[in-house]
């Protein structure tokens, strides 16, 4: 069995929603339909696979109600969310290294001129 899901215009009530889902359940080789007035979408189950699903969106759309096969484009979404966060915490880490690593030299820099540590390359540079 095929999944479909339509995004489906035309819907303004329960009504509407109803007679999409009796022009679907009428059809032949679909069923498990489900409609959505919100979302404006409409969802079914292809059980024979020699369906034409072009004369399904003609049967709805000369009942008024242009349809055409659902893109999700969600998951892209989701990709490019998850890589600006990626990317963020990258960021993020290259200052805290950045960040910790003027900390290490200005320590080693103030133990070597307090003569607390022999570093004569830092001790020669002056940090005040």
């Known amino acids: 069995m095929k999944s479909i899901q339509l995004s489906v215009k035309g819907m303004k009530c329960g009504g509407c929603v109803s007679t999409v889902e009796k022009i679907l359940n009428n059809s032949d080789g679909i069923q498990n339909v489900s409609v959505n007035l919100l979302t404006e979408s409409a969802y ?5 696979k020699h ?3 072009e004369n399904v969106l003609d049967n709805l759309e000369k ?4 349809s055409k096969i ?3 484009d ?9 890589l600006e966060k990626k990317k963020n915490w990258s960021n993020q880490w290259k200052k805290l290294t950045f960040a910790l690593l003027l900390l290490l030299f200005s320590g080693l820099g103030h ?3 307090g003569k607390y540590i022999n570093f004569p390359i830092l001790g ?3 940090f005040n």
């Open 51 to 53: 369906l034409e699903i």
């Open 111 to 113: 133990l070597a001129e």
């Open 70 to 72: 659902y893109i999700n």
């Open 44 to 48: 079914f189950e292809i059980s024979h």
């Open 74 to 82: 969600f998951s892209k979404k989701i990709n490019k969310q998850e």
């Open 124 to 126: 020669n540079i002056f």
């Open 63 to 66: 009942n008024g109600f242009p």
